[in-house]
């Protein structure tokens, strides 16, 4: 079996879907500060083309693991729900 390591700052899990922080606006551990209104122009070019936004492995495109059910800018940062592609054997 191969595992799955990611960081949710605060998440519920449920047979391969999870809701959670993606990210904070606080400082995070790599020093970057995420500022309020970062991801509204991209998350509205994903709701135009009426597409869901792929949860990808190390941030390569070439490595879909899943993808985003809703993706929300809230008071804390961007609050996310999604689901891992399980079923299809591949994720790593």
Do not use: C, Y
């Not at 500060?33 to 597409?51: D, M, N, P, T």
């Not at 949860?55 to 693991?65: A, R, T, V, Y």
Request: negative net charge; hydrophobic residues 45%; charged residues 25%.
């Amino acid at each position: 079996m191969q595992a799955l390591n990611f960081e949710l700052k605060r998440a519920a899990l449920d047979e391969g879907t999870f809701k959670g922080l993606a990210a904070t606006w606080q400082l995070d551990r790599h020093g970057d500060v995420i500022e309020r209104g970062a991801f509204a122009k991209s998350l509205a070019a994903w709701a135009a083309r009426g597409a869901r936004v792929p949860l990808l492995w190390q941030h390569d495109q070439s490595e879909p693991i899943g993808a985003l059910r809703t993706a929300t800018e809230t008071d804390e940062g961007l609050e996310v729900e999604g689901e891992l592609a399980l079923a299809l054997g591949n994720a790593k």
